[in-house]
């Protein structure tokens, strides 16, 4: 606070968030655009209905917004888990394999409810899995939940009473963990939000001390010499003082001033904030400084090389949990007998797109030089997105 006389007086605050647009920019990213699984089964009839299956089990999920609740979570608490809940797919007969996939519940859950229960000779196995969560209210749904998984059983308890306690039909631990960013010897992840805190806070110390600074030091004042007007006149719009004194003066002073080195200060705090993250204003179409011609792919690449290197790797470790969790769907269709598949017809591969924008003339004469070379036409049509019956033609 400011003690001004007898009065107290609390500085107004700033607060800017420039961590919240950098991860924002970090899913979208990742995620900004839906990504397309394919079977790696043996045969095309099973590689069509897994794939078939697998696309209504993520729709049901939230498809494209499920997966970016994943990446933000990660991105915050350094990893995030997903459990398969494939409990309403038993006991049903006659269910068609896309309907028993949309009764799979792909249930993310987030680092303060999670408590792995991990191997003691190695930390990447979990032999128990406990989901912790708190509902609020007054009536007899309020108090304590607990969710216990392990290869054999499931249970749940409510306010110390078992509501749940029955098998685990998979026999496997229903539980895919990704970790945002890879943590040698530590179950959990590295976050993007954790490094850049203390940045922030530095930043929004600074803005609230140039903000204070500027409230009290903005205004003008004037120091007037041989004017004689009796205390009779002030300062203001439209005011004309006027005197027969030749050695009359008025000098301003106050007033806000430059101040460099803040400035200076405030610019390589948002730089560093660029290095922790790889995520800079250029992401969002910012251009503060002359960056040359930006006409080229290739020059945008460079220049967002920090950004597109995060999230190759993010490619890697959210690309694997996704294939975990689709081969734990599959075996959950097969164990429950709706769709058999063998445990090799399980993998699958991801195609991800491409996180800058295309440039159609590039892609067209690329395709010409490959039909040069002697490409197939119905090949090269196909990796133009063309469908099927066309790049058969």
Known sequence: PVVVGSTVKHREIVIENDIAWRIDALVDFLFGRPVTIESRAR?????????????????????VRFL?????????????????????????????????ARAIRLLPVEAPRAIPVLDPGDYRRLRGYIIASSQPGDDA????????????????????????????RLG????????????PYAYAGLSDVEPLIPLQ??????????????????????????????????????QVWTTDNPEADIKAFGGDAASPSEDRHIAEIREAMDKTSGVSPVVLGVVRERLGHLSSE??????????????????????????????????????????????????????WPDPLPIDETERLRAALMKRELGIAVGVIKAELGYDGREATN
């Not at 229903?174 to 943590?183: D, K, L, M």
């Not at 609230?208 to 006149?233: C, E």
């Open 43 to 63: 045969d095309a009839a099973t590689r069509e209905r897994i794939e078939a299956v697998l696309a209504a089990m993520l729709d049901e999920a939230g498809g």
């Open 68 to 100: 970016q609740d994943l990446a933000l979570l990660g991105a915050v608490h350094g990893f995030v888990d997903v459990v398969v809940d494939a409990g309403d797919v038993f006991g049903r007969r006659g269910m068609t394999p896309e309907a028993a």
């Open 141 to 168: 749904r309020a108090g304590e939940v607990i969710e216990l998984w392990s290869a054999k059983r499931r249970r749940v308890v409510h306010n110390d009473v078992v509501l749940v306690d029955e098998p685990n």
């Open 172 to 183: 496997v631990l229903p539980v895919v963990h990704v970790q945002n960013a890879a943590q």
């Open 201 to 238: 806070d530095e930043l929004n110390t600074r803005l609230t001390d140039r903000a204070h600074r500027v409230t009290m030091q903005s205004f003008n004042m004037y120091l007037v010499k041989g004017i004689d007007a009796g205390g009779r006149v002030g300062v203001g719009p439209g």
């Open 298 to 351: 290739n020059a945008i690449r460079i220049t967002l090389m920090g950004v597109l290197n995060k999230t190759a790797r993010k490619r890697v470790a959210y690309g694997t949990g996704i294939e975990r969790v689709c081969a734990l769907a599959l075996h959950a269709l097969d164990v429950a007998g709706v769709m058999k598949t063998d445990e090799r017809d399980r993998a699958i591969s991801i195609k």
